[in-house]
């Protein structure tokens, strides 16, 4: 009796996928902590720089260019790490997946708290970090799908949001006010839910957009450069679409154009007539609180000239202001143009860093900032409320150029220093121990 052995091939194990360049994967890193921070000195410079004097000039375009568009990278960059966390391109499963989704819920739960908090404490910015903590929440059910998937969200939600804010804008909004009555968020800050979602300055249901965005190209493997050059091609491409788009679509639409011309212009006009002959020849720009009070009350009238808001006053529903792209109008065409402008710098510094070494060194200071966003952005909301909102003389100091050179220059040097010996943030320290627990999840 022979005995045969039979040899059969073994199954080839599939070859696992190589490890990104060091030079690559350190560009990544780097390359989205200086996006963050060009992010947060854009809103310094949108809450505490100057403003153009005249508008249609190559120097007012060039001064508005922050407005909108740096909250909107921020967004976009938050949704980007929310995959990040939950394992990027090579998403997590088990156990460290169930751990990641419940970090990014304690994440979201203390941003809604700091937000919703810094709002309660009377500061003049409005605060974004209360929005994020929700949009977090709202994009967890999400945090599994591919990349395509959640860039149709995004172009969904790009579009249909922002109808639903004219439809909110252009109905009775008792209802909002009704459900304001009962929110705890809304009694302890003035923020509630309706705002986060609906009417305040970043509504949830128009701006996930941005963080679907993020999110889809958070599942791509950003450090290859086929990836980065799409990304460039797509998002000049999507930046020209929108705000091209908005412009193209107004030229046909005289009724949008005109829309600022009509009696509502004629009202404004009165009003800002009325009120530079109450202030004339007053110290305006240095009156206390109490003195300001003392001035709306006894020209109280003057506020009666304002006209009336078309969206909040039931006039129905605008279709011409959806092709709007101006800052914060939350339509369609201006948040296809904001993500264009997203994924062009995100793209574009995570290319540069990642192949350009000694660029790294050069913006090393910047890349610090990034690495401690959240505490960047807290810190320059407390500067505003001590430096102008609530000031200890009573005066306050004056926005514009100087001011804003101040904030960035001082978070340029801060942040390098404390880097050198400490690993994260002032603020990140307390964010990571919180997320701690996560790691108890079976």
Avoid: C
Avoid at 62 to 88: D, K, N
Wanted: aromatic share 12%.
């Amino acid at each position: 009796m022979t005995n045969i052995i039979e040899f059969k091939p073994r199954a080839v194990a599939a070859e696992p996928e190589e490890p990104p360049a060091r030079d690559a994967s350190l560009g990544r890193i780097v390359g989205l902590d200086a996006a963050r921070a060009l992010a947060v000195f854009g809103m310094y410079y949108s809450h505490v720089g100057p403003w153009a004097e005249a508008s249609g000039t190559w120097k007012s375009f060039l001064m508005e260019i922050p407005h909108g568009r740096s909250s909107a990278l921020f967004a976009t960059l938050a949704g980007l790490s929310l995959v990040l966390i939950a394992g990027g391109s090579r998403p997590k499963t088990g156990r460290p997946m169930r751990q990641a989704v419940v970090r990014i819920a304690i994440r979201s739960v203390l941003l809604l708290a700091l937000g919703s908090w810094l709002v309660a404490m009377g500061t003049s910015i409005v605060v974004i970090l209360a929005y994020y903590g929700l949009f977090f929440l709202l994009a967890l059910p999400f945090i599994k799908l591919r990349a395509r998937t959640l860039a149709i969200l995004a172009v969904v939600v790009g579009i249909v949001g922002p109808m639903i804010i004219q439809w909110a804008w252009s109905s009775d909004t008792s209802w909002m006010g009704a459900i304001d009555a009962k929110d705890p968020l809304a009694m302890w800050s003035g923020e509630g839910v309706t705002s986060l979602l609906v009417n305040g300055t970043y509504p949830g249901i128009a701006w996930m957009a941005y963080m679907f965005a993020g999110m889809a190209i958070g599942k791509l493997d950003l450090t290859k450069l086929a990836i980065q050059l799409r990304l460039l091609i797509i998002g000049p491409a999507l930046a020209l679409l929108g705000y091209g788009g908005a412009w193209l679509v107004g030229k046909f639409l005289p009724s949008a154009e005109a829309a600022g011309t009509s009696a509502s212009d004629a009202s404004w006009k009165a009003f800002d007539q009325a009120m530079s002959q109450a202030l004339e020849g007053t110290d305006s720009e240095n009156w206390t609180k109490e003195e300001w009070k003392a001035f709306d009350a006894e020209h109280a009238s003057i506020w009666e000239l304002a006209p009336d808001d078309k969206f909040t006053s039931g006039g129905g529903f605008d279709w011409t202001s959806l092709v709007a792209a101006s800052p914060h109008s939350n339509m369609p065409f201006e948040l296809a143009g904001n993500i264009g402008v997203a994924f062009t710098v995100i793209a574009g510094l995570v290319f540069l860093l990642g192949r350009f070494g000694k660029l790294r060194f050069w913006l090393a200071p910047l890349i610090a900032v990034g690495s401690m966003s959240l505490t960047a952005y807290v810190a320059h909301i407390a500067a505003v409320w001590y430096l102008i909102d609530h000031p200890a003389n009573e005066v306050g100091y004056a926005t514009g150029w100087r001011m804003w050179a101040v904030f960035v220059v001082a978070m340029l040097v801060f942040a390098p220093i404390w880097k050198r010996f400490l690993k994260r943030g002032p603020l990140e320290y307390p964010m990571h121990w919180a997320t701690l627990p996560a790691k108890l999840v079976k």
